[in-house]
């Protein structure tokens, strides 16, 4: 679906709607969806191995390095709820947006100093490695055992990753495989 209206004018293409100029070259083959959102280039005559490796390729560009599996590390810390303004406008209109509400594991000590030797740590960034806020991704499995255990002392494990979208709202993220309460720091 295209919106608004092409023209073709001397071997360049407008758009009616906000007079984006493209030249033909960089049109061929685009499927665009907004005049200012490019969905893909030249997928139409591409073979499926070949769009496989395209798409594999410009995940690899756009993350900086390949998609390695991240390495399991344990944490320690007190398990706390943070609420902060969501959709629609994220703060902009209090009264109207909703409040979303995360897990966040409150560190006594920067993942650095509890995992010093960490393999998983040294692919995230400084920030993350040097936090005292991480915010957790609890799944069904261990959901109630989190729910009893906000305001305590617990130990995670799970992989770590750096922030993806707007809705992470700390610099090192745990995706968790395993929560439990704990009565004193190991460490």
Excluded at 46 to 75: F, Q
Excluded at 116 to 127: H, I, N, Q, Y
Excluded at 171 to 187: A, E, G, N, Q
Aim: net charge neutral.
């Amino acid at each position: 679906m295209v919106v608004g209206q092409k023209r073709t004018f001397n071997n360049h293409v407008w758009f009616a709607d906000n007079f984006r100029h493209l030249s033909k070259h960089e049109v061929e083959g685009l499927v665009i969806l907004r005049t200012d959102v490019v969905i893909s280039t030249y997928l139409a005559p591409m073979r499926s191995a070949r769009l496989i490796a395209a798409i594999a390729l410009s995940c690899l560009v756009s993350t900086g390095h390949a998609a390695v599996p991240s390495r399991a590390i344990t944490l320690e810390g007190i398990l706390e709820v943070g609420e902060f303004y969501g959709p629609p406008n994220y703060g902009e209109t209090p009264n109207g947006d909703r409040i979303e509400r995360s897990l966040y594991l409150q560190l006594p000590a920067t993942p650095n100093t509890q995992l010093p030797e960490s393999e998983a740590l040294a692919r995230v960034g400084r920030d993350a490695r040097s936090t005292y806020l991480v915010q957790i991704v609890v799944h069904d499995a261990e959901r109630s055992d989190a729910e009893k255990a906000i305001g305590h002392r617990v130990k995670i494990v799970g992989v770590p990753f750096e922030p993806l979208t707007g809705h992470h709202r700390a610099p090192l993220l745990v995706d968790v495989r395993s929560l439990k309460s704990i009565d004193t720091w190991s460490r």
